[in-house]
């Protein structure tokens, strides 16, 4: 079955769209963390960063590119701001379709924002 991810990215169901390449998509988080948090997505469906292989180098690569420019169009790039990729239980991965969150927009503190 198609994750919640897939679905937004397919149009099926609503996202706020940021931004879309031809190998991930943005989209701002249902319940935001800070004034912009933003997941980033591979098109392609890959569960946890556990099942990575090499053919995903560019799309997960493309996920940093990305961000850059995503944090520019927001306007934080210059503050800064984190990335995080949550793997698993004990990452607290709620959605198994690889994303890597843009937080920012207000200053973090140290390594952890919830
Ligand atoms: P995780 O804990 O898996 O790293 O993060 C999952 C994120 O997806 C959470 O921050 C959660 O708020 C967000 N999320 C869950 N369901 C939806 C949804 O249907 N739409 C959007 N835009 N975000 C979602």
Avoid: W
């Amino acid at each position: 079955m198609a994750s919640i991810f897939s679905k937004i990215i397919a149009g099926e169901i609503p996202g706020d769209i940021v931004y879309r390449d031809e190998l991930v998509t943005a989209f701002r988080d249902i319940n935001p963390q800070a004034p912009t948090h933003i997941l980033i997505v591979p098109n392609k469906e890959i569960p946890t960063v556990n099942e990575v292989t090499e053919a995903d180098e560019a799309a997960l690569g493309r996920l940093i590119v990305a961000a850059k420019k995503i944090a520019e169009q927001e306007g934080i790039a210059e503050n800064g701001y984190r990335l995080i990729v949550n793997c698993g239980k004990h990452g607290h991965q709620d959605v198994f379709h690889i994303h890597m969150h843009l937080v920012g927009g207000r200053p973090l503190g140290p390594m952890l924002y919830r």
